[in-house]
């Protein structure tokens, strides 16, 4: 058995030890519950030793989903008093107690990577699956579109919750009537590696806000202070819906509505790209105001499908400022804070992603070196949430699921590839 063989087992076992019986879990205590894109990467991993368990995975993801086609973020399947905001706070309006928000839609660039190891298998599943993607992303293009360029209603709806993307709009929230509450994070993971009180304030007020409104995107659209176009949401839906009209070809659906979106959405993303910055930025709606961050989801646009030259230039760069991966803030960057969640730390799944775009570009020398800067990271410090990337520095939850996913999919010497 050879080193990289024993760091598979432990991939498996966190699989294993956090799977629920159909969903898994991101980590034991911190984050109870099935979340969308954790469960998305969660799918990648158990497609490498069980292809049903990976499809039964994405499937159960798709149970959730309410009639207006929004997939959420978080599905509360069972109790758990250990995490807050809880369903009752959030009073989701779907077939299972849910959250009121959806999350970066990688489910179908996932799924797709999971139809290829098996397109027959994967052809069967999928055609359960691709009217629900449809309606999914058809909710997106409906609801969360500016200038064609995909908005987020609260930051934990691009995954990113405390990047400094959203500085501008949570500073024009007066989160006034909030009341007191019990954070559950800190009490797993050390207070200095999250979100701050004056963040989470915001984020239950939103919380708060949605759930008096019944969810009803309309009526939440109207007035809203929060709302962002984002390079993360952008960009991840633009790879998806090229992945959905893969398969969907595959099947012998009709494709061409999702074309016609791709185009909006090339067009929207370039309405991102921030001439002062040189990259592609985050864009506030409400007051036009740039976020001005050289982020880890500015580099997504390669998965996306979509090359600057700058963006190469800028890569490199950004890289020559850490040891492991890409960062999602760069230390020359004065909000830099290594450990604290979106500010500065390094995440495998955001490197995975970004890989495969580079790939796509044809940048395999560099796809590559990414690969194994990530399969170090994990092999010295183990399957955290994320890290640091300027010493490695594990952070946030452990025995993570998503680390230990992307590992056996993509990191691992051992991977088959993707």
């Known amino acids: 058995m050879t080193w990289a063989d024993g760091f598979d087992e432990q991939a498996r076992e966190i699989l294993r030890r956090n799977d629920r019986g ?55 399947h069972a109790p758990d008093e250990g995490y807050f905001p809880s369903h009752e706070v959030w009073q989701g309006t779907g077939p299972i107690p849910s959250s009121g928000i959806s999350q970066p839609p990688v489910a179908a660039t996932m799924a797709r990577l999971i139809y290829e190891r098996d397109p027959e298998i994967g052809a069967a599943r999928m055609e359960m699956l691709f009217d629900k993607m449809v309606a999914w992303h058809r909710w997106f293009m409906a609801w969360r579109l500016d200038r064609g360029a995909v908005c987020v209603t609260h930051p934990w709806e691009a995954g990113r919750d405390n990047a400094p993307d959203w500085d501008v709009a949570m500073a024009a929230i007066t989160p006034d009537g909030v009341g007191e509450y019990k954070r559950r994070d800190t009490s797993h993971v050390d207070s200095s590696m999250r979100p701050t009180k004056y963040d989470y304030d915001r984020y239950i007020w939103l919380v708060q806000r949605g759930a008096r409104l019944g969810w009803d995107e309309a009526a939440m659209l109207d007035g809203t202070p929060f709302r962002v176009a984002d390079p993360t949401m952008t960009f991840t839906l633009l790879r998806a819906m090229r992945d959905l009209a893969v398969m969907g070809a595959a099947l012998g659906r009709d494709t061409g509505e999702i074309e016609g979106w791709i185009k909006v959405l090339e067009a929207g993303a370039a309405t991102l790209w921030n001439d002062d910055l040189g990259c592609y930025d985050s864009r506030d709606v409400r007051s036009g105001t740039w976020a001005g961050a050289v982020s880890n989801a500015s580099f997504l646009c390669w998965y996306a499908g979509i090359d600057r030259p700058e963006m190469r230039d800028l890569y490199r760069d950004v890289l020559a400022q850490v040891k492991y991966g890409v960062p999602s803030l760069p230390p020359s960057d004065d909000r830099f804070d290594g450990k604290r969640y979106w500010r500065g730390p390094v995440w495998g799944v955001m490197n995975l992603m970004i890989a495969l775009g580079l790939a796509d570009m044809g940048l395999t020398d560099e796809a590559e070196a990414l690969r194994a800067s990530t399969a170090d990271l994990v092999a010295q410090q183990g399957f955290a949430e994320y890290f640091d990337p300027r010493d490695g520095g594990p952070a946030g939850g452990s025995s993570f699921t998503w680390t230990a996913a992307i590992w056996l999919g993509w990191a691992s010497p051992n991977a088959q590839g993707v």
């Open 22 to 76: 159909g969903y898994t879990i991101p980590t034991s205590g911190l984050y109870p519950y099935q979340w969308n894109w954790d469960s998305a990467f969660a799918a990648l991993g158990f497609a490498q030793f069980d292809l049903d368990r990976a499809w039964c995975e994405i499937e159960t993801l798709f149970t959730g989903q309410w009639t207006n086609g929004m997939v959420p973020h978080i599905l509360f």
